[in-house]
């Protein structure tokens, strides 16, 4: 009896091994066929609308080995640091430069150079913002605050060092994070600058609180809870999840949008934040002397900036099917942010692409290089007419 007994067992023990190695076979099997296929597809139908065809590009021949190292730099995972959840990983390539310094890691800008610094007292600026002053989509001199640092520098006239402070994925509240704790560490600015607006609306409209909302933040809290969900959340990068997401997200309803009247509210709570976010900047800078500049950035669908046929396209796929992006709700906050302009703490900078009849935007938010030279220029001509008690030593250009 015990003898037939184990020999059941024995044979049990092969039947379930078997299958469960049978079927891992399988689905490593259907797992390769769909990642082929899934790369196969993009090949064949690739986005008309993915950044990289933006004629913003137009005549730059390094395009497509921009983007494929920004790739190669997005697959490394982030690196996590403690309150503001993700921080900025080190990389050196030929198009992005991400240095550590003893403050952090951060990306290059392009200052002055040489002798220049020996003729004019040192000005140092901080900017904080999300991808937009980052630099996601240009190389390092291309960026937001290296375009600043050439129109304040230009003609040699001043010494003005401008630090980019921007992390791809951060809203005010992680900057204001961001800058207490380089107050802590010693630094010393001369001026801060925050250029916000689409993270902020984009993250506070989809939150159920929008005072505290970060990006990832679907991920990051089911692990810091230990749930099911984040124990086994590295399943969504399976090209099986992925594929079976996308036909979901073609078969599934829409819940309700919220009203008029609950959109205002909700778009109001996200204003309150962002000002109050700048409020709090603005008073360590009188304790820590400094003076700070919040600026409201634009993006593709506000404002009555002509769009070229690209950027149409887009504006038409968003609104129409909504498949990339909603943009009723972050058109919500920017009509907030302006009716607040004329009393706000923060400079509206939502139509400075109104006279530009030439392709600027990459994508929603994202500019080429010229635009994010225009709008660096926007920034610098208020910086330079209202230095608010703080000398520049700029000399006025014409």
Known sequence: MKSALESIGRRLFVFVGATLIGALVVLGVVELL????????????????????????????????????????????????????????????????????????????????????????????????????????????????????????????????????????????????????????????????FYDGFNDAHMGMAAADPRSTHYGLEIIKPRAEGSFRGRFDFVHRLYMVRVADAVRQLLRRRGEPLNAEELRAKAATVVDNYEANHDIASALG??????????????????????????????????TRKSRFDPGPVVAVYQEAERRTSVATFVNLADVFDEVSGPIYIDEAHLGPHGNELAANAIAKYVEDHPAGIEFHLSKAP
């Open 34 to 193: 769909l990642a082929a296929v899934w790369s196969f597809a993009l090949r064949i139908h690739p986005d008309p609308l993915r950044p990289q065809m933006s004629p913003a590009y137009a005549g730059a021949p390094w395009v497509s080995d921009l983007y494929r190292e920004q790739s190669s730099r997005l697959a490394a995972p982030y690196a996590y640091v403690p309150f503001r959840v993700s921080g900025v990983n080190p990389w050196h390539g030929q198009y992005f430069n991400n240095d550590e310094h003893p403050s952090g890691v951060w990306r290059r800008t392009i200052n002055p150079e040489g002798g220049q610094c020996q003729q004019h007292p040192k000005t140092n600026l901080w900017v904080f913002g999300g991808s937009t002053v980052y630099g996601t989509g240009v190389p390092d001199w291309a960026t937001l605050p290296s375009y600043l640092s050439e129109r304040l520098n230009r003609d040699g006239r001043a010494c003005v060092i401008v630090s980019n402070y921007g992390d791809e994925s951060y809203a005010s509240t992680q900057e204001l994070i961001l800058l207490i704790e380089q107050l802590k560490r010693g630094g010393s600015p001369d001026v801060v600058i």
């Open 286 to 319: 009188q304790v820590y002397h400094f003076t700070f500049y919040g600026f409201w950035q634009p993006m593709l669908f506000y404002g009555h900036k002509p769009l070229v046929p690209f950027e149409q396209q887009i504006s038409e796929l968003d609104t």
